[in-house]
Nanobody, 122 residues
């Protein structure tokens, strides 16, 4: 079964940047929508951002608009999340997801990675 593999998490200070990457274990894997979710300690998992095939077909949670940028390398079926101006409240485990639609992803369906920890200190 295809797995999504995230990388790029770490410990940074407020105001710093991080770039997360997510790639499928099989290069032939294709998904209409790829995106990112996060779950902070004691909180439910929340949507962060998603991208479709076309350039510009992106959507963001209000909490990250203007600070995070999602982009895809369709040739590699890889999705990235560039996170700038990080805040302590961005601290969470970040999960990569892929599915035929955002609705499927937000319902918990599709394919998911194991998560990568992002910790932002104040």
């Amino acid at each position: 079964q295809v797995q999504l593999v995230e990388s790029g998490g770490g410990l940074v200070q407020a105001g710093d940047s991080l770039k997360l990457s997510c790639a499928p274990s099989e290069r032939s894997f294709n998904a209409v929508v790829m995106g990112w979710f996060r779950q902070a300690p004691g909180k439910e998992r929340e949507f962060v951002s998603a991208a479709g095939w076309s350039v510009g077909s992106t959507v963001y949670a209000d909490s990250v608009k203007g600070r995070f940028t999602i982009f895809r390398d369709n040739a590699k079926n890889t999705v990235y999340l560039q996170m700038n101006s990080l805040k302590p409240e961005d601290t969470a485990v970040y999960y990569c997801a892929a599915a035929r639609s955002i609705l499927i992803m937000t319902s918990g369906g599709g394919y998911w990675g194991q998560g990568t920890q992002v910790t932002v200190s104040s």
